[in-house]
C-alpha cells in the first residue's frame, strides 16, 4: 500500500506497533522529552534565523565522516543514490529546514498542541511505515529523523491527543481534529491528454497541465472560497501539492472538504466514459473564469506542445467529443489526405468547416458550447479529490526529498508560477555539493581565516530562494495567527 | 454588524405584529409558528400515558421514514408516505387552517396549540431515548431532519417566511449596489442549465433577493455549484433557503443531541421514565420483516426438513452460500446457524422440522455431540429454551451491520462480504448469473456500497421473465427487497404464481415489511 493513499491505515498492525514502540523508548523517553521542552523554550527567542542553529550542530555526524578523509568533500564519499541514508542524514541534519516546519505547523513560536498532537509518519529504509509518530518540538523531531533517516516522510492531522497515546486515552475520544486542506495534481491523471511522456516521465511540455492546475485552483480558492495561506509544492517528480494553512481550512471537517473538491473538480468520468465534460450553461462563474484562463494556454500548451488531435486515432477521439455528425463526416475527409496537419490547423478547420456549411444540422451555439468543453477537458485541472476530502489523509511534507528523482520538494512562487521549471529544481546530490564547492571558494578568498561558520549551509545552497519563500510564507501565517485582544463581547452566546 | 442588528429588529417586530395579527390578542401565544426549530425545551407537565404516547406517535413516524430510506425511496415518494402518516399520528396544520375570522376564537386555536404541543414534546422526548449512542443520534438527527424538511416544504409560503424570519440565521443581505456588481454572475449561477429565454431569465433574477452566509453553512450547494461565492461567502437566492435551513436545523440537532447525551446519566430520574425511553430506543430499529403479516411461503403448507434443498432455489445468494456451506461442510459456526437458522424458521420450518433438519446436515456428529452442542441452541432460537424469546430472522441491515463474518464464517451478506472474484464465482456457481451486464452492473453497485441494490439485480435477472409477465398482467410496484425471507416469498410467488394465494398478494410487499414494536418488548414491559 502506498502510504500516500493511507486514509485508515491499519493502526494495530503488531509490526508496526511493535516498531512504533521501540523507537520510543530508543529516542524519546517521556521524561527526557520533558527536559527538551525546558531547554527549547531557552533556546527559541536567542536566535532568530532558527536554522542556522540546526546547522551547527550535527558534529557527530560530521565526524564521522571526517574520519573517512576530510579533506575530500562530503558528495564524493556518498553514493549517487538520493535515498541512501547517509545522504538523507547529511541533508537532513544540514538543509533541512526543521525551525521553519515547526513554526509552519504550530502556529506559534511557543511549542504547543498544534505542533505536539500533529501526527508524523515515516517510511524507512526498509519500506516500513511509522505511523503515529509525534514530538513536543522541532529539535525532538530532527533528532528522531536523524536516527532514522527516513527516505521521507508525510504530515497527518492534529489529533485530540498525543498519536502516540492514542492507545492510552478512553476509545473513540481520539479523533484528528484539524489539518491543513490539501491538494494533489498528478501528472499520472493526465496520462490519456498527454502526448510527450508517459508514467513516471515529465517534460517541460506537460508540466504546464501543473502550471495551469496550479493557476486555476489557486485562484478560486483565494478568491471564491476566502482563503489567503496557500503554499504549492513541487511534489518531486511529476505533480505539486496546495497545502491551504488558513485557520478556516485547517477546521473543515470531511463533508465540507468535499464540497470544495467536488466544486473543483468538472472532469468527471473514467477510461469507458466518453465526454468528460458535461456543463450546464450558463457556465458558473467559477468555470467561466477557470475556462477565461486556460483558454490562452490551450493553443500554446495544448494545440501546439502536445498537438492532440495528430493522429488517424487521436482525431477519432475528437469526433467523439463534437456534436454533429456530419461535420465530423466532412472533417474526417479533409483530413484523410493530410494526416500529419497539426491540431492547431484542425482545430481551425472544425469552425471553418462549420462556416463553410459543411452540416446542414449543427447549431453555432451547440458546437461553441462543446468546443469550450473540449477546451475544459485537455486543460482543467485533474485533481485527486480523494486526498482533499479526507481530514485524516497524510501528505508528503515540504522539502523532503523524493527517493526516485532525488529533487527537493520545493515550495513553488505562484507569482512566477509559469517561470517553473521542475528540471531547475535541486537535487539533493547537487545541494551537497554546492555546500563543498562554496568552501572551497571561501578558502582560497580568506586564506581559511575567514569566519565562515555564520553561514548556513542552506544559504550556500541553491535552496535559499526556496526556503526563503517558505520563511516568508510561514511569517506571513504566524502574522495572521497571532491572537488579537478579546473583545468581552465575544463571551455574549 | 449594525445592519445584521436592525434586521433582527424588523423581524422581531414583524414576527410580533404577526402573532397579534394571526390571534387578535396573545402574542405570548406558546406556538404562533406551524413549524418548530426545537430550541426551547418543553416546560409543562404531561401525564405518562401522554409522554409514552406522543413519543410511540412520532417514532411510528421516524420508523417509516427510515424504512423508506431503506428502500432508496425520492423524496417525492417520500412526501407522500408521510402525508397520509402524519394526518394520523402527528398533525400539524397551519394557522390557515382556522378560518381569518375564527383565530380569535381560543377554542379554535386551541387545537392547533395542542397538536403544537404534541410535536414539540414527542420530539424532546425521543431526544431523551436516542442521545444516548453515536448511532442511534445520527439516525434520529436523519429522519427528524427529513421529517423537518418535509413539513417546510409542505407549509404555507406566507407562514414559511415568517417562520425564517424568526430563526435568527448567521446571514447578511445583499444590498441592490452589491446584487448589481455580480449581477452577470448571479445570473449565470441562477438559471444555470435551465436554458430559459433571455427575457425570463433577466425577470426571474431581478424577482430575486440574495442572502450572503459563510459558504459551509451551505455546502452541499457549495458541492454541486449552485451558489455564487466571493470571498468565503455563498450568495443564497430566497428560492434556495431550504438548504440553508436544514443545514442549520441538522447542525443544531447534532449539537443538541450531544449536550443531552452528556447529561443523560446525571439525569434525576425516578424509575417511571427509563424504561419507557430504553424500550423506545429498542423500538428504533431497523425495518423488520414481519413474518405474520407475510403470505405464508408455500400457501399454507408446512415446510419439511426434506423440502429444503428444493426451496433452496429461491434463495438469495446469502442464503444459498450457506445450504450449500452446510452440504459441502456439513457443519455451519455459529452464526452462520443462526442467520439461516431463523430464516429457516421464519420460513415456516416447525421446530420438529428443524432438529430434524439440523440433525441431519451435521452428519458427522453423534448423536450424543449433536444434543450436547446444538440440540439447546435449536429450541432456544425458537423461544423455547432460556430467555424464551421469539427471535426473529435477521434483515438484510443487521446481516450487513452486525457481526461481520470471520475465518471459516459462513454467514454475512456476499455482496458486502466477498471479494469481488469470489462474488462473481459465486454468482456463477450458486445462481447460475453469468450475464455481463448483470455480473458489470453488481460490481457497480457494490463499489457503490448498495448491497442490497446488487441483490435485487440479481433477483429482477433471475426473475426478469416472471416480472415481465407480472408488470404485463398489470402487478404492482415492486419495492426494493430488504429482507432475505422477502426475497423468497417474493421469487416463490412469482415461480408458482398459481399456488400463491390470490387475494393481498399485490400489496402484499408493502405490508410485509413494516416498522413495529416488537412483541417481545411489549411482554418485557
Not at chain 2, 148 to 156: L, Y
Amino acid at each position: 500500500m502506498a502510504p500516500h493513499s493511507t486514509t485508515d491505515h491499519d493502526g494495530d498492525d503488531p509490526m508496526q506497533d511493535a516498531e512504533a514502540i521501540q523507537v520510543d523508548e530508543n529516542i524519546s523517553p517521556i521524561k527526557a522529552e520533558g527536559t527538551v521542552v525546558k531547554d527549547e523554550l531557552e533556546h527559541i527567542f536567542d536566535d532568530d534565523d532558527g536554522d542556522d542553529l540546526m546547522t551547527d550542530e550535527p558534529n557527530a555526524y560530521k565526524s564521522s565522516i571526517g574520519k573517512i578523509g576530510s579533506a575530500s568533500a562530503i558528495s564524493d564519499i556518498l553514493s549517487a543514490d538520493p535515498s541512501d541514508p547517509e545522504v538523507m542524514l547529511q541533508f537532513y541534519s544540514r538543509l533541512f529546514p526543521w525551525r521553519q516546519l515547526f513554526r509552519w505547523l504550530n502556529h506559534a513560536e511557543l511549542p504547543s498542541t498544534d505542533f505536539a498532537n500533529r501526527e508524523f509518519a515515516f517510511t524507512l529504509h526498509n519500506d516500513a511505515y511509522l505511523r503515529y509518530q509525534c514530538y513536543p518540538t522541532f529539535e525532538t523531531l530532527r533528532r528522531d529523523v536523524l536516527k532514522l533517516k527516513p527516505s521521507r516522510f508525510e504530515i497527518g492531522p492534529v489529533y485530540s491527543a498525543r498519536p502516540r497515546d492514542r492507545k492510552q486515552v478512553p476509545k473513540g475520544s481520539f479523533k484528528p481534529l484539524e489539518k491543513e486542506l490539501v491538494f494533489d495534481i498528478d501528472l499520472t491523471d493526465y496520462d490519456e491528454i498527454r502526448t510527450c511522456c508517459s508514467k513516471t516521465k515529465i517534460c517541460i511540455k506537460c508540466w504546464q497541465f501543473v502550471t495551469m492546475a496550479i493557476k486555476v485552483v489557486d485562484v478560486a480558492l483565494r478568491d471564491d472560497f476566502g482563503f489567503e495561506h496557500i503554499m504549492w509544492v513541487y511534489s518531486g517528480r511529476r505533480g505539486a501539492h496546495a497545502w491551504v494553512c488558513d485557520k478556516k481550512a485547517r477546521k473543515l471537517d470531511d463533508a465540507k472538504r468535499r464540497a470544495i473538491a467536488t466544486y473543483l473538480e468538472v472532469i468527471r468520468g473514467g477510461s469507458q466514459s466518453g465526454k468528460k465534460v458535461n456543463l450546464d450553461r450558463p457556465l458558473h462563474p467559477h468555470i467561466r473564469r477557470s475556462f477565461e484562463i486556460l483558454q490562452e494556454d490551450f493553443k500554446h500548451n495544448i494545440l501546439e506542445n502536445q498537438n492532440p488531435f495528430k493522429s488517424e486515432k487521436q482525431a477519432e477521439r475528437l469526433f467523439q467529443l463534437l456534436p454533429d455528425r456530419q461535420l465530423n463526416d466532412a472533417l474526417r475527409e479533409k483530413w484523410e489526405s493530410t494526416i500529419d496537419r497539426p491540431s492547431a490547423d484542425k482545430w481551425r478547420d472544425i469552425d471553418d468547416m462549420a462556416k463553410a456549411g459543411a452540416s446542414k444540422t449543427i447549431i453555432p451555439k451547440i458546437l461553441l458550447e462543446h468546443k469550450q468543453d473540449i477546451v475544459l477537458e485537455y486543460t482543467y485541472p485533474r485533481l485527486d479529490a480523494e486526498v482533499s476530502k479526507h481530514l485524516n489523509h497524510l501528505l508528503k511534507s515540504p522539502f523532503v526529498v523524493h527517493p526516485g528523482t532525488g529533487k527537493v520538494c520545493v515550495p513553488i512562487d505562484t507569482s512566477k508560477v509559469d517561470d517553473f521549471d521542475p528540471d531547475n529544481v535541486p537535487t539533493v546530490m547537487q545541494l551537497l555539493k554546492e555546500i563543498d564547492q562554496w568552501k572551497d571558494v571561501k578558502k582560497e578568498d580568506d586564506d581559511g581565516s575567514g569566519n565562515t561558520s555564520r553561514i548556513s549551509d542552506i544559504d550556500k545552497t541553491s535552496l535559499k530562494p526556496y526556503y526563503e519563500l517558505f520563511t516568508k510564507f510561514v511569517k506571513r501565517l504566524l502574522d495572521a495567527e497571532r491572537p488579537v485582544l478579546v473583545k468581552t463581547e465575544s463571551l455574549d452566546y | 454588524m449594525q445592519g445584521a442588528q436592525a434586521l433582527r429588529q424588523a423581524r422581531k417586530q414583524k414576527r410580533g405584529n404577526y402573532i397579534t395579527g394571526a390571534t387578535g390578542k396573545d402574542a405570548s401565544l406558546p406556538y404562533p409558528n406551524r413549524l418548530n426549530f426545537y430550541n426551547t425545551p418543553p416546560q409543562e407537565e404531561v401525564s405518562l400515558e401522554e409522554f409514552e404516547q406522543w413519543a410511540i406517535d412520532r417514532l411510528r413516524v421516524l420508523g417509516e421514514i427510515e424504512t423508506c430510506l431503506f428502500r432508496n425511496n425520492s423524496p417525492t415518494e417520500i412526501d407522500a408516505v408521510l402525508k397520509k402518516l402524519l394526518d394520523k399520528y402527528l398533525p400539524l396544520n397551519s394557522n390557515h387552517s382556522v378560518p381569518e375570522s375564527e383565530r380569535s376564537n381560543p377554542k379554535r386555536f386551541a387545537g392547533l396549540t395542542q397538536e403544537r404541543k404534541k410535536d414539540h414534546y414527542s420530539h424532546f422526548i425521543l431526544r431523551l431515548a436516542f442521545a444516548r449512542s453515536e448511532d442511534l443520534r445520527r439516525r434520529f438527527t436523519r429522519t427528524e431532519s427529513i421529517l423537518f424538511r418535509h413539513r417546510f416544504t409542505t407549509d404555507d409560503t406566507r407562514e414559511r417566511t415568517e417562520f425564517m424570519n424568526s430563526l435568527e440565521l448567521d446571514s447578511q443581505p445583499v444590498s441592490d449596489a452589491e446584487k448589481a456588481r455580480y449581477a452577470e454572475e448571479l445570473k449565470a449561477v441562477l438559471v444555470s442549465g435551465s436554458r430559459m429565454p433571455a427575457e425570463k431569465a433577466k425577470q426571474m433574477f431581478e424577482g430575486e433577493v440574495y442572502l450572503k452566509v459563510e459558504w459551509d453553512r451551505v455546502s452541499d450547494l457549495v458541492e454541486s455549484r449552485r451558489v455564487f461565492l466571493r470571498a468565503g461567502k455563498a450568495y443564497v437566492p430566497n428560492s434556495m433557503l431550504l438548504s440553508l435551513v436544514m443545514a442549520e436545523f441538522t447542525k443544531r440537532l447534532d449539537e443538541a443531541l450531544i449536550k443531552t447525551a452528556r447529561v443523560l446519566p446525571r439525569l434525576d430520574e425516578d424509575d417511571r421514565l427509563i424504561p419507557i425511553l430504553n424500550h423506545l430506543s429498542k423500538g428504533f430499529s431497523a425495518p423488520e420483516y414481519n413474518s405474520s403479516a407475510a403470505p405464508s411461503a408455500l400457501a399454507g403448507d408446512a415446510i419439511t426438513a426434506s423440502q429444503i434443498d428444493a426451496l433452496s432455489a429461491h434463495f438469495p445468494l446469502c442464503m444459498r452460500h450457506l445450504h450449500t456451506s452446510l452440504r459441502r461442510e456439513k457443519h455451519l459456526k455459529h452464526f452462520g446457524r443462526l442467520q439461516y437458522g431463523l430464516f429457516l424458521k421464519t420460513l415456516g420450518l416447525s421446530i420438529d422440522e428443524a432438529i430434524l433438519f439440523w440433525r441431519q446436515a451435521f452428519s458427522t456428529f453423534t448423536d450424543e455431540q449433536f444434543n450436547k452442542e446444538y440440540r439447546y441452541n435449536i429450541r432456544h432460537s425458537y423461544g423455547l429454551q432460556g430467555a424464551g424469546r421469539n427471535y426473529k430472522a435477521y434483515s438484510c441491515q443487521q446481516i450487513l451491520m452486525d457481526h461481520p463474518p470471520g475465518t471459516g464464517d459462513a454467514h454475512g451478506c456476499p455482496y458486502r462480504h466477498f471479494s469481488a472474484d469470489n462474488l462473481n464465482m459465486a454468482l456463477g456457481t450458486l445462481m447460475g448469473v453469468d450475464d455481463r451486464s448483470v455480473l458489470a452492473g453488481v460490481k457497480q453497485d457494490v463499489t457503490a456500497k448498495k448491497f442490497h441494490l446488487a441483490c435485487n439485480r440479481v433477483f429482477e435477472h433471475m426473475h426478469e421473465k416472471e416480472l415481465k409477465r407480472e408488470k404485463d398482467a398489470g402487478g404492482g410496484v415492486r419495492e426494493t427487497i430488504i429482507h432475505p425471507n422477502e426475497y423468497f416469498d417474493k421469487s416463490w410467488s412469482l415461480k408458482n404464481p398459481d399456488k400463491a394465494r390470490g387475494s393481498g398478494k399485490e400489496n402484499g410487499a408493502s405490508s410485509q415489511v413494516k416498522k413495529e414494536i416488537k412483541d417481545e418488548d411489549v411482554e418485557m414491559m
